[in-house]
């Protein structure tokens, strides 16, 4: 069974190593938050002291980490550090699952073929819920070896696996999902908001909508309405899912990538506009479904 090294252990990457002990999977691990690892171990995990220490000789390394800098500096080393690429065996697999710009993930994969490694993005999709599930969705950028090889692994955390391309491919796929979802739950929140100003109940018009010609993802599963649909974050006051600070980083990069193709994407500009205002407002650490309140009328 393979050993695989986990280095970021936060809302996401924590519940994925859980997931791989479930598989039988020897995990080591790394976070700078040591009760981050300490909850791992006791769940089987080996815990190390640096990142290096915890990819050196394992036949898997998974990285999750905030932003594309935090990827480059740990992959390829900081001043006089060394980086992963450094220190791990000439036959493992690299697999960033962080949500980071193109350029950056095209980097560290050219640099690892140069040392001979396979790397892969490998953003995911499909929130907290999905990474203790392991239901997530992989959006895979790399060659179909590393692919191919991913396969064990990735099967652990994840119930859809695409292969959008070469590297980097993963990272844009991702960022148009991404855009698409905050398009859909600013639409989905000022059509909700609208209904109950002219009186309808709010759970009656997201059934009918739901199966109707506006029925989308965050009807069907993330309905941003409090008290219309349990266990979401809208009815546990928007705690927990998807930071408002997350959702604009990714709109950032979406914007970037725009910009970089020259693609016209004025309903995502619009989106990360009222995301960054919501974020400026004291919301970035609650759910992003909580836009919703952007739109409800103002508290006398």
Not at 20 to 47: I, N, P, S
Not at 158 to 175: E, R
Not at 248 to 259: H, Q, R, T
Request: aromatic share 6%; charged share 15%; with cysteine.
């Amino acid at each position: 069974m393979s050993t695989v090294a986990f280095i970021g252990l936060g809302n996401m990457g924590g519940p994925m190593a859980a997931n791989l002990l479930k598989a039988g999977m020897t995990v080591r691990v790394f976070d700078l938050v040591h009760t981050a690892m300490q909850t791992l171990a006791e769940q089987g995990a080996l815990v190390s002291s640096t990142a290096c220490g915890a990819a050196a000789g394992a036949n898997v390394v998974i990285t999750m980490l905030p932003a594309g800098k935090h990827v480059k500096n740990l992959y390829l080393g900081s001043g006089s550090e060394k980086g992963l690429l450094d220190v791990v065996a000439s036959d493992t697999l690299l697999i960033d699952c962080s949500t980071i710009d193109a350029q950056s993930a095209q980097l560290v994969a050219t640099q690892a073929a140069k040392n001979g490694l396979e790397f892969m993005d490998a953003p995911v999709s499909g929130g907290t819920s999905g990474a203790a599930a392991g239901t997530l969705t992989f959006i895979c950028g790399g060659s179909d070896t590393a692919f191919e090889r991913a396969q064990p692994v990735l099967n652990a955390m994840g119930k859809n696996i695409f292969h959008a391309g070469g590297p980097g491919a993963g990272q844009i796929a991702k960022i148009c999902n991404n855009m698409l979802l905050s398009v859909l739950m600013v639409g989905t929140s000022e059509a909700l908001q609208m209904g109950i100003d002219h009186g309808l109940d709010p759970k009656v018009l997201s059934n009918i909508m739901k199966v109707s010609s506006g029925g989308n993802w965050t009807l069907e599963k993330y309905n941003p309405c409090p008290g219309v649909m349990e266990n979401v974050p809208s009815s546990k006051g928007y705690q927990g899912g998807f930071m408002v600070d997350l959702m604009v980083k990714d709109l950032g990069l979406s914007f970037e990538a725009a910009l970089l193709s020259n693609s016209s994407t004025p309903m995502g500009a619009l989106a990360r506009s009222l995301y960054v205002s919501h974020a400026r407002q004291g919301n970035g650490h609650r759910d992003f479904s909580s836009i919703f309140e952007q739109f409800a009328p103002l508290k006398k």
